[in-house]
């Protein structure tokens, strides 16, 4: 190994070491708010072995993450993955540098033209402006007027990264002017916007999905896998996730909650991200609102989508169903994706795929990519 490959491979353990100290915070209170109220219970190592004990990037501490999900799930399963061995997985089938690019939401209206998104109004690349078909454009007071007859309310989201939903703000219109808690949406504040961005429309969700909560994007969750051995598609879960009262992302770290769908039928409870369960969301019994519409159309979009990412093999892909039951893709996640919610709701992460994964990893180097 030359010398600059070693360093990277340093830096990437201390990464490591500092990301699992988070983790391990993470999952220290997590277990305390199950202990506390009454619902913690270790794992049975000794009835069920876990797959991923087998491994060398397994640690003792992982432990910790098998007792929370066997607590929240109830049965054990040998398909478990710790969030910190997850990390690892996901450094050993997504090629970091190159999926990077893929997250950039301006990028999806030219990669997948022929997939619907949400109304774009305004787009900010490289630190130009461009319209909704990349035209290059200038920003002005009488463009933002335009849209004022059509939009009572428009997102500005950070094009590439938006931290779980972070930087993301909602402006309403309010006395011919779109408001934000004291902000203007305006050239001066457009050209101030520390990020690149996509300015859309907000979506009138289809009333099935806006039930759960109006203020929120309720959006549906599909976690894909592409076989290392096969280079087949696989959804291996499906989640609907519910934003909480007065939020407008659906993002658990801001009290939303996540709903699994068994075939076209959401479970009985939903989970919030300290493994909570709740039958009723909004007044309305997840068990009596029965089949889920748009599940297949969306979950097709999905996999056309996941078809033509070949850097990344861990995907979570979100949509939202519009009023007329139109699929629209919001965003492709290619890392960290929420495992958590998947496992708490439905037990293993990769289910049969797990050993196939696992060996994979094993004999693999993880890309040696670091943040600054």
Request: positive net charge.
């Amino acid at each position: 190994m030359h010398s600059g490959q070693a360093i990277k491979k340093i830096l990437y353990a201390a990464k490591k070491w500092q990301q699992r100290k988070t983790i391990k915070a993470e999952i220290d209170r997590r277990l305390r708010n199950l202990k506390n109220k009454g619902l913690l219970w270790e794992y049975p190592l000794e009835k069920v072995q876990p797959s991923v004990s087998n491994y060398k990037f397994f640690k003792k501490s992982d432990v910790k993450w098998l007792d929370f999900y066997y607590s929240v799930y109830g049965k054990p399963d040998k398909n478990f993955i710790p969030v910190s061995v997850y990390y690892h997985i996901e450094d050993c089938l997504n090629d970091r540098m190159l999926t990077y690019a893929l997250k950039e939401k301006n990028f999806y209206d030219n990669f997948l033209g022929e997939i619907k998104t949400p109304l774009t109004l305004l787009r900010r690349i490289n630190g130009f402006f461009y319209d909704e078909r990349f035209n290059r454009m200038d920003v002005d007071d009488a463009l933002i007027n335009s849209w004022r007859e059509s939009h009572k309310s428009l997102f500005i989201k950070p094009s590439v990264v938006s931290g779980g939903g972070g930087s993301i703000i909602k402006f309403e219109l309010n006395n011919d002017s779109y408001l934000y808690d004291g902000s203007v949406l305006n050239p001066d504040f457009l050209s101030k916007y520390k990020f690149d961005f996509i300015l859309q429309e907000n979506i009138k969700q289809h009333s099935f999905f806006s039930q759960f909560n109006p203020d929120s994007n309720n959006t549906l969750r599909f976690f894909i896998y592409r076989s290392v051995q096969s280079d087949q598609i696989h959804i291996l879960h499906t989640l609907l996730r519910i934003g909480a009262k007065g939020f407008y992302v659906d993002h658990d770290h801001t009290g939303g909650v996540a709903v699994s769908l068994i075939g076209n039928y959401l479970q009985k409870y939903a989970l919030d991200i300290n493994g909570i369960k709740y039958e009723h969301i909004n007044g309305i019994a997840l068990s009596e609102v029965g089949k889920v519409p748009f599940i297949e159309e969306a979950a097709n979009i999905a996999r056309s989508v996941a078809s033509r990412v070949y850097y990344g093999r861990l995907l979570a892909l979100d949509f939202s169903i519009d009023e007329h039951g139109q699929p629209l893709f919001i965003e492709m996640n290619c890392r960290r994706n929420g495992t958590s919610q998947y496992q708490m709701n439905n037990g293993g992460l990769f289910k049969e795929f797990t050993n196939e994964i696992l060996d994979f990893c094993a004999k693999t180097e993880p890309g040696y990519v670091l943040e600054l």
